[in-house]
């Protein structure tokens, strides 16, 4: 249960009356009660109010409203409830949730109460807008509006007030009676409900998402709203309906196949439905944040292996295409996370590169077709599912492959020249996030420390180039007949020396944010090159160690989006680092066929079955120590963020 305490005069300048602290004839009770405010006070005063602060219940949301205020209840909704942020506020109302929030909010009051009465003016609420007007969070103040002047000073005292876009929205607090009509007829113009269904739907999105599913999948969540029902049943729901068509897709015959497309697109549709239905509520949660966040990687490749399982059954073995799949997207991934922490100051890059994307994103149909060529989510899921009803496995798995290769060079392309022509520097966060992105272990760490005098004399562009050598060393060694021999071990080697050269000092470079998707190819490919070449009965094993591996690197993605950091260092150590795992798989791999090119070419079995148990033994038991500290994090330990994806951007 939440607290609301409703302070100055009642609507009309007359005293509230007893049991109607919202004014005779006002709706705010109501609206605060649908808000889940079960709990209404009336202070009369700052002193009374500070009171009732400091004896509100503790771990309760608390909010604090002028009685005149009029509004949408949608606007109160954004205001009020949102659990993302401890301390809001729309004009005429203020919310802190949390122990700092609800204790910086107490204090603020009895700095109000001991001091002289603050007064506001017109434009207290921090809105810029003519008088009369009440769209947007204008206000109206004939003197004070407490929860304005609280607002105020919770964050002259450090204490961040997050203020939602209200829009055509109305919340303001009139001055006299001929205001408070003019803000009732303002309210009553603007249907509260459908601002509140629109908004529900990402502002920007792909065209298949916008134009194909988001036009019906808001009234679902709606649906799913008035039924109780919670985003994260919804999101699991779409797990599970993936999960089958998985299923539909490994049974290898065509009514499968077309179920399984069928179930593909069902499960999409429930994915938009669960985002929608936490805007449409604002259910956010930091369980939500993280099951969002790893379901869609886990629904695609699980699907992934289905219909490498489906075309087995059909005598066609496709593992090493649905590998390759998993492979390109998880790097497409990587490269859009370390752009984008890159460049998180990215409005003030002003290169002609960012300059004409901008201008391009003012033509209306350049708009869409940009969206649709990088491939996004929904354009991938519509484009399996149809391809999966109408071809085969092995047909599927190569036009997704050109799609995604096309899309991620185009991407990659933009982003080169955005960065070679910025004129801004990385900032230190950006060099910490890269760091963490890059998952170097112990023994880079040994190595970045040895060559950090030599790496501080390379110039602003070699930490790239030293990267790429070094991954083009290491997969020339394991794919060009090196495979299951030394030759691969010493390319690991040197790809060890090189990896730890190019972490050896600071990623600031204009390029090296390329650094973690060069990293992150490399130890994939790696996998995906040994299975490949030395036994193709190992390439299931080698999917589930990529799952686990690039599992570790997106929860290590979504964590420092969440601004909490990479994982703790004992995990990264555990897990070795792309160069220990690296090392050590071509070293079992030279153990178990000989080490020499004679051995390795006969896929001999004893060779291929110490392989295969290899691949599946790390999978095992990355998935489990990964799994294990994520699951803690994410839904024990309380400190993990509900951080929800709201840009669209769902490569």
Not at 141 to 169: F, H, I, K, M, N
Not at 511 to 529: I, K, M, N, Q
Request: proline letters at 6%; hydrophobic letters at 50%; a positive charge.
């Amino acid at each position: 249960m939440s607290t609301a305490i409703l302070t100055g005069p009642a609507p009309g300048g007359t005293p509230a009356p007893d049991g109607d602290p919202g004014g005779a004839h006002g709706a705010l009770p109501a609206d605060l009660a649908a808000l889940g405010y079960r709990r209404v006070l009336d202070a009369g005063g700052p002193r009374e109010l500070a009171r009732m602060l400091a004896e509100a219940p503790a771990g309760e949301r608390v909010a604090v409203l002028d009685r005149r205020f009029v509004g949408h209840r949608h606007a109160l909704r954004l205001g009020l409830t949102d659990p993302r942020f401890p301390a809001a506020a729309v004009p005429g109302a203020l919310t802190a949730d949390g122990p700092q929030a609800r204790a910086a909010l107490t204090a603020a009051a009895e700095r109000l109460a001991a001091g002289p009465q603050p007064s506001a003016g017109p434009q207290s609420s921090g809105d810029s807008r003519p008088a009369g007007d009440t769209r947007a969070g204008a206000a109206l103040l004939p003197a004070t509006v407490l929860p304005d002047a609280l607002a105020a000073a919770l964050q002259e005292s450090g204490t961040e007030v997050y203020r939602p876009e209200l829009g055509e929205l109305v919340a303001t607090v009139p001055a006299a009676d001929a205001d408070r009509q003019r803000a009732a007829q303002a309210v009553a113009a603007v249907d509260d409900e459908a601002v509140r269904l629109r908004r529900a739907v990402k502002s920007r999105d792909g065209f298949f998402t916008t134009h194909c599913v988001s036009p019906y999948s808001r009234y679902l969540a709606r649906w799913c709203a008035r039924r109780g029902l919670t985003p994260n049943q919804v999101t699991t729901a779409s797990l599970l309906v993936a999960l089958i068509a998985a299923g539909c897709a490994a049974t290898g015959t065509r009514p499968g196949f077309v179920a399984a497309g069928v179930l593909l697109i069902a499960s999409f549709v429930l994915d938009c439905t669960d985002g929608q239905l936490a805007r449409y509520s604002l259910q956010y949660s930091t369980l939500g944040a993280w099951l969002d966040a790893t379901f869609d990687r886990a629904k695609e490749y699980a699907y992934y292996a289905g219909l490498a399982l489906g075309a087995a059954r059909g005598g066609h073995d496709v593992w090493a295409l649905a590998l390759g799949a998993m492979v390109l997207q998880s790097c497409r991934h990587v490269v859009d996370f370390a752009f984008t922490e890159a460049n998180h100051d990215a409005e003030g890059n002003s290169s002609p590169t960012a300059q004409l994307s901008n201008r391009l994103d003012g033509v209306g149909w350049t708009v869409w077709a940009r969206r649709i060529v990088v491939l996004p989510i929904g354009e991938r899921w519509a484009l399996i599912a149809v391809l999966t009803a109408v071809t085969t496995p092995r047909t599927t798995f190569i036009v997704l492959l050109i799609g995604c290769a096309f899309a991620a060079c185009y991407t990659t392309a933009g982003r080169v020249l955005r960065s070679v022509t910025r004129h801004r520097v990385r900032t230190e966060r950006a060099a910490v996030a890269l760091g963490d992105l890059a998952d170097s272990g112990p023994l880079a760490e040994a190595g970045a420390r040895l060559l950090r005098p030599s790496a501080r004399r390379l110039p602003a562009f070699a930490t790239p180039v030293v990267a790429v050598a070094g991954a083009a060393l290491l997969l020339a060694g394991v794919l060009l007949g090196g495979a299951g021999t030394w030759w691969a071990v010493a390319a690991a080697a040197g790809y060890l020396v090189t990896s730890s050269l190019a972490v050896a000092r600071p990623l600031r470079g204009p390029l090296d944010w390329l650094v973690p998707p060069v990293f992150r190819a490399a130890e994939y490919l790696t996998v995906l090159g040994l299975a490949a070449r030395l036994s193709d009965a190992a390439l299931p094993a080698a999917f589930g160690l990529v799952a686990a591996v690039a599992y570790h690197h997106y929860d290590t993605v979504y964590r420092i989006r969440g601004g909490t950091g990479a994982p703790p260092r004992w995990l990264v150590r555990a897990a070795g680092g792309h160069e220990g795992r690296v090392l050590l798989l071509t070293v079992a791999a030279a153990l178990a066929y000989g080490g020499s090119p004679h051995g390795a070419a006969g896929h001999q079995l004893p060779g291929a079955h110490a392989l295969q148990l290899t691949l599946a033994a790390m999978a095992a038991v990355l998935a489990l120590v990964v799994l294990a500290e994520s699951i803690r994090f994410w839904v024990f330990g309380g400190e993990a963020p509900a951080v929800h994806d709201e840009t669209g951007d769902t490569a």
